[in-house]
């Protein structure tokens, strides 16, 4: 049975960081494409980065040059650093295995003003 377990959310200011954390079990993860998605209050839940088995990488525009998503396969983990952050990014996030129904339990993320 595969498991996402997701870590690292909080409270922080406008420009400040997090380290977001997502450990996976029961699955080959290095052989996985793994992204991280967000749902804001009111909103559909959105894809914020993705990265594939070998590494390649893609972000929505909104978080370009702000997120970087990178992975640790030895400790089966995936990470999402965000910097910058802004209030819009305020959502809860979620850890994803590409094209399938596994999804963590989500971290909140509050960014204030």
């Known amino acids: 049975q595969v498991q996402l377990v997701e870590s690292g959310g909080g409270l922080v200011q406008a420009g400040g960081s997090l380290r977001l954390s997502c450990a996976a079990s029961?699955?080959?993860?290095?052989?996985?494409?793994m992204g991280w998605y967000r749902q804001a209050p009111g909103k559909q839940r959105e894809s914020v980065a993705v990265?594939?088995?070998?590494?390649?990488?893609n972000y929505a525009d909104s978080v370009k040059g702000r997120f970087t998503i990178s992975r640790h396969n030895a400790n089966n983990t995936v990470y999402l650093q965000m910097n910058s952050l802004k209030p819009e990014d305020t959502a809860i996030y979620y850890c994803?295995?590409?094209?399938?129904?596994?999804w963590g339990q989500g971290t909140q993320v509050t960014v204030s003003s």
């Open positions: 990265i594939s088995s070998f590494g390649s990488t």
């Open positions: 029961g699955t080959i993860f290095s052989l996985k494409t």
């Open positions: 994803n295995v590409i094209y399938t129904d596994y």
